[in-house]
């Protein structure tokens, strides 16, 4: 069976899901429909969407002999502390894409991605941070979440401790770091640079859309019928999104696309900025440490984006 030799492993809410788009679309690439199939995160059960590993190859058995690279994304390996490891042992010398993001623009953008998916249920950012310590005593949880490491958003955005922890497993040749800001700047040039690294030729792309923007509900009673539907209806929608990759279907496409209209995540406060720049300060310095890459900046209020 084919066996994936690439790997986009986070974070999320860095680029992650629009580099795969991009390479997806490259001749000499086979990347899956399924995005996100956790399958390596054997710490995080229930993010895990293809459990054995017949199911998980399954994925790749459309990749032919034309393919030089075989992959697949999912942002929580690197935040994962088992999945790192555990791909390495599947593919020894798979290649490894990390994207970083200045993690308290990170934290502030995975608080509403989480909204909109039902994972979290506080609407007020601040109070949701705030609650982290509870909600690891297996407090104030929201029902719709799958696995409560999703809401330990300090964990999440710990960025510098996790690269550090993934160059133990993985040697630096193999791995390939994109910086957000990078990325965002010019994506032409970063898509071009993940090219080389994965030894392919520029397939001559100039245009890069923006892929999962920020975005509401029309209806947020009608969302929660589809997104966290009440029983029997999440049984059939649980076996449309193991079999298929529920939203990857192109009904599920249409009808996500009915449900929801872009919008602007509201500012930061100044305030809570500066209180997320001491807690996340060490950690920024150890992956500056760990790229060569002063990112010190990153602390500054005035250069997060709201």
């Given at each position: ?9 986070g ?9 795969y ?36 190859l399954?994925?790749?058995?459309p ?31 798979a ?25 979290e ?10 609650l ?82 920020h ?8 969302a929660?019928?589809?997104v966290?539907p ?22 599920g ?34 992956l ?6 002063d ?12």
């Amino acid at each position: 069976m084919n066996r994936p030799n690439t790997f986009i492993i986070g974070a999320p809410k860095c680029g992650t899901s629009a580099l795969y788009s991009y390479l997806r679309s490259h001749p000499d690439v086979f990347m899956p429909a399924v995005k996100e199939p956790h399958y390596f995160c054997y710490d995080f059960d229930g993010l895990r969407r293809f459990p054995t590993e017949p199911e998980y190859l399954n994925l790749f058995a459309p990749a032919t002999s034309a393919h030089k690279i075989i992959g697949e994304a999912t942002s929580r390996y690197l935040y994962s502390r088992e999945a790192v490891p555990a791909l390495r042992a599947f593919a020894p010398g798979a290649k490894l894409i990390v994207m970083l993001r200045n993690p308290i623009d990170l934290v502030h953008s995975l608080h509403a991605q989480l909204l909109y998916q039902y994972t979290e249920d506080e609407t007020d950012f601040w109070t949701a941070w705030r609650l982290q310590r509870d909600r690891k005593l297996g407090l104030s949880i929201p029902p719709g979440c799958p696995c409560v490491n999703e809401l330990f958003y300090g964990d999440v955005a710990s960025l510098g401790s996790q690269m550090q922890r993934m160059y133990e497993w993985v040697p630096r040749s193999d791995c390939h770091v994109i910086l957000y800001d990078d990325f965002k700047r010019d994506p032409r040039r970063a898509y071009l640079g993940a090219l080389d690294f994965l030894g392919l030729e520029d397939d001559g792309r100039q245009t890069f859309a923006k892929v999962n923007p920020h975005k509401k509900y029309r209806s947020d009673l009608l969302a929660k019928l589809v997104v966290d539907p009440p029983f029997p209806l999440s049984t059939i929608k649980s076996g449309l999104k193991q079999t298929f990759g529920w939203k990857e279907t192109r009904f599920g496409r249409w009808v996500y696309a009915k449900m929801t209209v872009p919008t602007q995540r509201s500012p930061m406060d100044l305030q809570v900025q500066s209180e997320l720049a001491a807690f996340f300060h060490d950690d920024i310095q150890l992956l500056s440490d760990q790229l060569g890459r002063d990112l010190s900046h990153w602390t500054k209020t005035q250069s997060i984006a709201a």
